[in-house]
């Protein structure tokens, strides 16, 4: 007896009827043909699968409904089987819409029939990458990642050797101001040796940014209300951003204590708002907040998330250009105009959250404003 004659099985004789049960086997793939004019003349399981649209919904239809409303007022379906047509084949791959709404990342085919010389339609296959490409991304964003954290840390090592060398020579230069202080009592000699003091203090203060940067100053933990000390520094911030900005506060209910360099921290909170106050010299407001947030660091994508203290600076300035934003914690590197900053505020910054076993993330938008957060570690809350 022939298979195919058997009671109950299906006659594969029909070349037809072949094709048939083969593209509506397949549940992968989204396979259908258009018309043409793009319209949507079948429909296979894979479709239903992929897409949520039963055969009755979608044939009869334009396949631009696949498309978001930017792809179509930009004329993408049209395009695409016009390069098929022209070209043989179309293969591509972008967002498409499900049936529910949600966006699905897909693999495009469209290839062009022709009977003889006469174009009659296309035949389309559509695959839904989505899991794929969120992986690609998702590695990609760790190899960013984790190359970032290495050129801060060669960074970091550098700085650290140079700030040590540089503290040295400032220790040399400062006792000797001292003794010729001392030794000489001619008042212009004095004058001259405050001037060059200042000076020397100066170079400590920013030798000891460096060392921060480089993790190669030690912090004075104790443990803080991060909350209270914002509001105790209120007058300061105030009187350090002058009469045109306006620095606003939304902090936390029930935030734990931690364990943290008090000066370091009030140096990096003020470092903050004084950065976002030079992006507004025309003005505009600075709001601080805190809250508690579970996050992941950006070098270690795969490991667990953990809770941190976020605080976060933003303000309504100017924003950093997208091309210098992964700079922006290096020592020196500044977008401000000559002689009005060092470059080494958010490198304090920077330094301070990774010594305490944070991390700091900065977002902008050029025009629409800057924030830059400091997450710092939780797990040494009172009481744990």
Known sequence: MNPASAPGSADLSDTSRQLELLVNSVTDYAIYMLDPHGVIRTWNRGGERIKGY???????????????????????????????????????????????????????????IFDGDQL???????????????????LQA??????????????????LGLAHDFNNLLTIVMNSLDLISTRVPD????????TAMRAAERGTLLTRQLLTFGRG????????????????????????????VAVSFDLGDGLPIVELDKNQFEAAVLNLVCNSRDAMPNGGSITISTRLCRARKPSESESPEEDFLSVEV????????????????????????VG???????S??????????????????????????????????AGK
């Open 54 to 112: 039963q055969a009755s919904e979608v044939i009869g239809t334009h396949f631009s409904r696949f498309y978001t409303a930017e792809e179509i007022d930009a004329g993408l379906p049209a395009l695409n089987l016009s390069i098929a047509a022209a070209n043989g084949r179309y293969a591509g791959e972008g967002w498409r819409l499900r049936k529910d709404g949600t966006q699905l990342r897909a693999s495009v085919v469209i290839d062009p």
């Open 120 to 138: 009659i339609g296309y035949a389309k296959v559509t695959r839904d990458i989505t899991e794929r490409y969120e992986a690609e991304q998702r």
């Open 314 to 337: 933003r303000d309504t300035g100017e924003g950093i250009p997208y091309e210098n934003q992964s700079r922006v914690f290096e020592p020196f590197f500044t977008t401000k105009e």
């Open 340 to 346: 009005r900053g060092s470059g080494l505020g958010l």
């Open 142 to 159: 760790a190899q960013h990642a984790l190359m970032q954290a290495q050129k801060m840390e060669a960074i970091g090592k550098l700085t």
């Open 217 to 244: 100053n030690a912090l004075v933990s104790e443990q803080l209300d991060v909350n209270a000390l914002l509001r105790d520094s209120r007058e300061l911030l105030n009187r350090s951003v002058g009469d045109t």
């Open 187 to 194: 008042p212009r000699v004095q004058q001259l040796t405050d």
């Open 348 to 381: 304090q910054v920077f330094g301070f959250a990774m010594q305490s076993g944070g991390f700091a993330l900065l977002e902008s938008q050029p025009g629409q404003g800057t924030s830059v957060r400091m997450l710092l570690p939780v797990e040494n809350r």
